[in-house]
């Protein structure tokens, strides 16, 4: 039997995809997803992210090489592996970023497709369901219910106040008319509940019988037939397995597999192909170029009142536990990061925001196991760079799909983004020696209160500075040479083949990238149905 339509990866986009497809009873959609199912509490329970992300069942764990920019640091770039994907062990911040990042985007691919913010805003609003009820900037019966914070911390007002004495406006909706300022997130959690796209778009579609959806089945490599892609191989329990398409084959494995699944098919840079014994069927010299990454050190500071990581104890779990079991609210329920801002670090030299700061009412730091929780009450304030002019690539490690590509990271490889982010880090200071911070505030942990000059401060963040979690830009769309997709998401130099997701970004957006992701999804799928 031959599918219509083959989606590999059901993360944030392909969730979208397989939704959105299978609508048209007459389209035979399956959808290969190398993880496994999503039930687990740490998925499900916003509060078990911090679990969920440690856990290979759940998480790629891709493991970059060492860092030459960052100290020479390797550092591990986590990927889902779950049905729901990312969106499903992601922080659940909702963000979209600047209206100026798509209409960069319009810009760099000649304004041939419909890209600018103008063109995807109808695709943010068709996506959401969203409490602010419908206006010009969001839409109230989309798939995806997104939410405030259901109990903010009392220090999230702090933080608010402390960014206004700093000059930084308050904005109470960073995802409408602009995005400067500093305000409350919403976020993917819908009564308490972390609503991946699994879960918004996937699971109420499950039943369609002409949607098919296969768990633990990681894609091998696509297969051609007169430059036509026409099947899929995969393994399932051991098994080699193949799929066949008549209509397209659609890869939305992530910024970090879709190129790798492209390579193992043949497509990608010729030299490299031949390096692992692959034969070339289209000479594609971008893919697994153009990484982007929005890099991030963390400001943390000591508090007089108590912050989640110090209610991580057995007593905690019961009282937060049943809190959200029953009503869905208190911290196990609400996402790590609880506001944000977004400023311009050098107000006379730009238009428009260049650093994000979180504020997260949790004290942490990221030792060689990841997260590691203060034993005191603390508030960390992680600053990143908007649009980082750095750039990685990734490519195979070997033409054996066991193998995890390797990460080629260069998080901080052009100056402009250290002194960004050195900015970065002294306004997230700021916060914590502002007057309203004051009354609360207790010392800094990281960096040592002692790192103040601008040569310190550069010292510290190459040596704590990690990827966000935001990798993009790997198939990236376009019509230059390097394009791997043209803007309706064809690969270019083959048939039948497009790449949907998070790799086809030019540029990363200015904020997280679930919501932008999702808006590839829903706007891939239009681009499919309508060709
Ligand atoms: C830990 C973490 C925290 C994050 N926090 C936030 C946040 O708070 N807010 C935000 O906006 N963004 C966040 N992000 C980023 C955001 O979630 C991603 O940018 C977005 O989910 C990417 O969507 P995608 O569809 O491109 O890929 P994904 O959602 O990663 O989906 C790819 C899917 O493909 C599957 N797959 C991979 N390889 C294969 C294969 N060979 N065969 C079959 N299936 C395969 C994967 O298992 C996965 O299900 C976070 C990401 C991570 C990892």
Redesign the pocket.
């Known amino acids: 039997m031959a599918w219509d339509y083959i989606i590999?990866?059901?993360?944030?986009?392909?969730c979208v995809l397989a939704h959105r497809l299978s609508a048209k009873p007459g389209n035979k959609v399956l959808l290969?997803?190398?993880?496994g199912n999503d039930t687990s509490p740490l998925v499900r329970i916003p509060a078990g992210e911090i679990k969920a992300?440690l856990n290979p069942r759940f998480n790629?764990m891709y493991i970059s090489e060492p860092d030459p920019t960052l100290n020479g640091r390797d550092a591990m770039w986590?990927?889902?592996?779950?049905l729901?994907?990312?969106?499903s062990?992601?922080?659940?911040?909702?963000?979209r970023g600047q209206h100026e990042d798509y209409d960069d985007w319009a810009r760099l691919i000649g304004n041939t497709g419909a890209w600018s913010y103008r063109d995807v805003l109808p695709y943010f609003k068709r996506m959401e369901t969203n409490p602010l009820g419908p206006s010009e900037y969001h839409g109230d019966s989309g798939p995806l219910v997104v939410s405030d914070v259901p109990t903010p911390h009392p220090l999230v007002r702090t933080f608010i106040e402390a960014a206004k004495e700093l000059g930084i406006p308050f904005n109470p909706d960073v995802n409408g008319e602009r995005q400067e300022g500093a305000g409350p997130h919403q976020g993917t959690i819908r009564f308490g509940r972390r609503n991946s796209t699994a879960r918004a778009y996937l699971r109420p579609v499950m039943d369609r019988l002409n949607l098919s959806v296969e768990t633990e089945?990681?894609?091998d490599k696509v297969l051609f037939e007169e430059g036509r892609a026409c099947a899929v191989v995969?393994s399932r329990g051991g098994e080699k397995r193949e799929a066949r398409a008549d209509g397209e084959i659609i890869l939305?494995?992530?910024?970090i597999?879709s190129p790798a699944?492209l390579l193992r098919s043949g497509i990608g840079p010729a030299a490299d192909l031949s390096d692992f014994g692959i034969p070339v069927v289209a000479d594609s010299p971008g893919v697994g170029r153009n990484l982007q990454e929005h890099p991030v050190a963390w400001v943390a500071g000591y508090v007089d009142i108590s912050t989640y990581n110090t209610e991580v104890t057995a007593a905690g779990w019961v009282k937060h536990g049943l809190n959200w079991l029953l009503r869905g609210k208190g911290p196990a329920a609400s996402?790590i990061s609880q506001a944000v801002a977004f400023v311009r670090t050098r107000p006379e030299e730009e238009d428009r925001p260049d650093i994000q700061l979180h504020f997260t009412p949790t004290g942490y730091e990221f030792g060689p196991d990841g997260i590691k929780l203060l034993n005191r009450p603390g508030v960390t304030i992680p600053a990143n760079v908007c649009r980082p002019k750095s750039r990685s690539r990734l490519t195979l490690r070997s033409a054996d799909p066991n193998e995890p590509p390797r990460i080629f990271s260069k998080l901080l490889d052009d100056e402009d983004d250290v002194r960004r982010m050195v900015d970065g880090c002294k306004v997230s200071r700021g916060i914590f020696e502002s007057a309203a911070f004051k009354p609360h505030f207790q010392g800094l942990f990281l960096p040592a209160p002692d790192v103040r000059s601008d040569d310190e401060l550069e010292a510290y963040v190459r040596q704590y500075t990690l990827p966000a979690?935001?990798p993009v830009g790997t198939c990236k769309m376009g019509i230059d040479d390097m394009a791997v997709v043209d803007p309706e998401l064809r690969v270019r130099g083959v048939q039948g083949l497009r790449v949907i997701?998070?790799?086809i970004m030019p540029v990363v957006p200015s904020a997280?990238?679930?919501?932008p992701?999702i808006m590839v999804?829903e706007k891939g799928s239009d681009l499919v149905l309508g060709g």
């Open positions: 590999v990866g059901a993360g944030s986009a392909g290969l997803e190398g993880g992300i790629w986590p990927g889902g592996k779950v729901g994907g990312s969106s062990i992601n922080g659940m911040i909702y963000l089945a990681r894609v995969y939305s494995a992530g910024a597999a699944i996402p979690y935001h997701d998070a790799s997280n990238t679930n919501a992701s999804g």
